[in-house]
C-alpha cells in the first residue's frame, strides 16, 4: 500500500464512515419521505386518483424550490433549523439535515417520473377490479415501476454521495472533505487521488448493482 | 341488470354522455356501437362508475352504484368484471399473479386462490402459460389473461371495452369465441363496446347504436355467430373445428 495512505489510514477510514453516516441518512431519507412524497406528487396530479390541483401546486413548489437552491446556500440557509433540530449546526449529525432534505426532493421527483411511465390502463383496471388506493399504490404502481424506482434510487444514491463532499463547510466530515482539506490544501495531490479514486470505486460500484438490479426485476 | 337512468358526464366544456338511459337485462349480450367521439367508451365507464357521472343514477345487479360509500363501491366492482382494449395486464407480474390479483383485493381465503386461478386459467386455455410474463404472450393470449383476471371473483357482469379492436381477424374470432361460451356456460351479461360493426353483428342480442352522447337507436338482433373471415382455407377448417367445441 502506497505510503501516504498507511501514515493516514485512520483519518480515512473516519471520513469513509462519515461519508457512509451522511449518505445513508439520505438514502433512509429518500425512501422513507421521498418515496411517499413523490407518490402523492403523482397521485394528485390532474387525471390521478387523488387530483387535487392546491396540494399538487404546494408540493410541486416545495419540490422546485429546494431542488433550485444551489447546494451550498440550502445548507447555510438551512443551519437554524439543523440547530434546531440537531441541537448543533456542525458535525456529521448536522451535516445529515439538509443532505435529507434534499435528498427527499431529489428522489420525490425521480419517483414521481417512475409512475408517470406506468401505463393509465393498469390503474385503470386495478380500479375496477375494486381497489383501493392503498392496493393500487403497493400491488400495481410500485410492481408496474419497480425498475425505474429502483434506477431512480441509484442515480439519487450517487448525486448524494456528490452532495455529501462539500459538509466539510459545516464540519461534516467525508471522504470530499478529507480530499480537500489534506489533498488539496496541504498540496498531497498523490492523496487526493487516491479519495478520488475511492470515490469512483464506490459510484461504480452503486451504479453496477443497481442497473443490475433494476434489469433483473424487469419483465415488461 | 343493468339500468342507467338520466345519466350525463361532462369533461370540461364537451359533453361525453347526454342524458342517456338505458335497460340491460340479465344473461344478454349488449353491443354499445358508434363512431370515435360517440360516447360508447365514456358510457361503459359509467356503469361501473370508472367515471362518475355528473347526473343520473346507474343501478347494477339491484344495487345503485351512484348511492354507494366508496367500500361499498370497491366491493360491487368485484362481482362486476372488465376487459380492455390495450388488455391493462400488469407486465412485471406473471399471468398466475395477474389472474390472482382480483381473489387477494376481494379477500378470499388463501386456500382457494390457486384452485381458482387454474380454473379461470383452464377456461381460457392457458393454464399452461401460468408462469410466463404478458411480454411473452401474443396480444389475443394477453386478452385472454385480461378475460381470467376478469372471470376470477365470478362476476355477474363482464365489461368490454373494445375488446377486439387491436386483434387481428383471427384473433378476435377466437376471443369472441370465448366471451360467447362465457356468457352461455356462465351466464354473465356481457356489455361489449366496440366501433367494428362485424363484432355486434357475430355475437350480440341488442345493440345501441350512439350518436354524439346520446341513444340514436337500439334494436335487437339475432347474433349471427362468428364467421370466417380468412380466404385461407386450413382457416375455415379451424374455425370449424372450434365452433363445434363451443356449442359442444
Redesign the interface.
Known amino acids: 500500500m502506497p505510503d501516504v495512505l498507511v501514515q493516514y489510514q485512520t483519518e480515512i477510514w473516519r471520513s469513509i464512515g462519515e461519508t457512509f453516516i451522511m449518505v445513508g441518512v439520505s438514502i433512509i431519507a429518500a425512501i422513507l419521505v421521498g418515496l411517499p412524497l413523490g407518490t402523492w406528487l403523482y397521485l394528485s396530479r390532474k387525471g390521478q386518483l387523488l387530483e387535487n390541483r392546491a396540494v399538487f401546486s404546494v408540493l410541486n413548489l416545495i419540490v422546485n424550490i429546494v431542488r433550485s437552491f444551489p447546494f451550498l446556500l440550502l445548507v447555510v440557509f438551512l443551519i437554524p433549523f439543523t440547530r434546531l433540530i440537531i441541537g448543533t449546526a456542525i458535525g456529521t449529525a448536522a451535516a445529515t439535515v439538509p443532505l435529507a432534505i434534499i435528498a427527499i426532493a431529489h428522489y420525490s421527483r425521480l419517483v414521481e417520473q417512475s409512475l408517470l411511465d406506468v ?1 393509465r ?2 390503474v ?9 388506493i392503498k ?1 393500487v399504490i403497493f ?2 404502481l410500485y ?2 415501476a ?1 425498475s425505474g424506482l429502483v434506477l431512480g434510487l441509484t442515480t439519487s444514491i450517487i448525486s448524494f454521495i456528490s452532495y455529501s463532499t462539500i459538509m466539510g463547510v459545516v464540519g461534516g466530515g467525508g471522504i470530499g472533505d478529507f480530499a480537500i482539506r489534506y489533498g488539496y490544501q496541504q498540496f498531497k495531490t498523490e492523496l487526493m487521488m487516491y479519495m478520488i479514486l475511492i470515490m469512483l470505486v464506490f459510484v461504480q460500484m452503486i451504479q453496477f448493482t443497481g442497473t443490475t438490479v433494476a434489469r433483473l ?4 | 341488470m343493468i339500468t342507467l337512468t338520466n345519466v350525463r358526464k361532462q369533461f370540461g366544456p364537451d359533453t361525453a354522455v347526454r342524458d342517456v338511459s338505458l335497460h340491460i337485462d340479465r344473461g344478454d349480450i349488449y353491443g354499445i356501437i358508434g363512431a370515435s367521439g360517440a360516447g360508447k367508451s365514456t358510457l361503459l365507464r359509467l356503469m361501473n362508475l370508472l367515471e362518475m357521472p355528473d347526473a343520473g343514477t346507474v343501478e347494477i345487479d339491484g344495487a345503485t352504484l351512484t348511492s354507494l360509500s366508496r367500500r361499498q363501491l370497491r366491493e360491487k366492482r368485484h362481482v362486476i368484471g372488465m376487459i380492455f382494449q390495450q388488455f391493462n395486464l400488469v407486465a412485471n407480474k406473471t399471468v398466475y399473479d395477474n389472474v390472482v390479483a382480483p381473489l387477494k383485493l376481494a379477500g378470499r381465503p388463501k386456500a382457494t386462490h390457486e384452485a381458482r386461478v387454474l380454473e379461470c386459467l383452464h377456461f381460457v386455455g392457458l393454464e399452461t402459460f401460468k408462469d410466463k410474463y404478458p411480454a411473452q404472450l401474443s396480444g389475443g393470449q394477453k386478452q385472454r389473461v385480461a378475460i381470467a383476471r376478469a372471470l376470477a371473483n365470478e362476476p355477474h357482469v363482464l365489461l368490454c371495452d373494445e375488446p377486439t379492436s387491436s386483434l387481428d381477424p383471427n384473433t378476435t374470432a377466437e376471443i369472441l369465441g370465448v366471451l360467447k361460451s362465457i356468457n352461455e356456460r356462465l351466464g354473465v351479461t356481457i356489455v361489449i363496446v366496440t366501433h367494428e360493426m362485424d363484432v355486434i353483428r357475430q355475437v350480440c342480442d341488442r345493440v345501441t347504436v350512439m350518436a354524439d352522447g346520446a341513444v340514436y337507436e337500439t334494436l335487437d338482433l339475432v347474433p349471427g355467430g362468428v364467421p370466417a373471415i380468412d380466404n385461407n382455407p386450413a382457416w375455415f377448417v379451424d374455425q370449424l373445428k372450434k365452433a363445434g367445441e363451443t356449442d359442444a
Open positions: 401505463p390502463g393498469v385503470e383496471a386495478a380500479v375496477s377490479m375494486g381497489a383501493s392496493d400491488k400495481f410492481v408496474e419497480r426485476i424487469d419483465k415488461r
